[in-house]
């Protein structure tokens, strides 16, 4: 198949999105899911006895529970950050890709 002057396979794909939004978001899901981490072992310390000083006027279940939600959010947010960053095929017309 003969290839044309003016056909530019670079047109047909999207131009991506900075990669600093991907990255800036990755960092601020790594960071909920290692406070969220430090949240649940701290609501653990507090369960056992060994209370901090920190997080004293909370319960432990509440702490305990509020780590995890963050950990759950942190991990979602990853996951949706990752999968923006594969999304990247072609912009072709419904009718072609049949």
Not at 57 to 74: F, H, K, Q, R
Request: glycine share 16%; aromatic share 4%.
């Amino acid at each position: 198949m003969k290839l044309t002057g003016g056909f530019n396979a670079n047109r047909l794909r999207s131009r991506p999105p900075g990669r600093w939004r991907r990255r800036f978001c990755a960092l601020l899901c790594v960071l909920l899911i290692c406070l969220g981490i430090l949240l649940l072992l701290s609501g653990i310390a507090m369960a056992l006895g060994e209370s901090t000083q920190l997080l004293a006027g909370l319960g432990p279940l509440a702490v305990i529970s509020g780590g995890i939600l963050l950990i759950i959010l942190g991990i979602a947010g990853w996951r949706r950050c990752r999968r923006q960053r594969q999304s990247g095929g072609l912009e072709m017309a419904p009718g072609l890709l049949k």
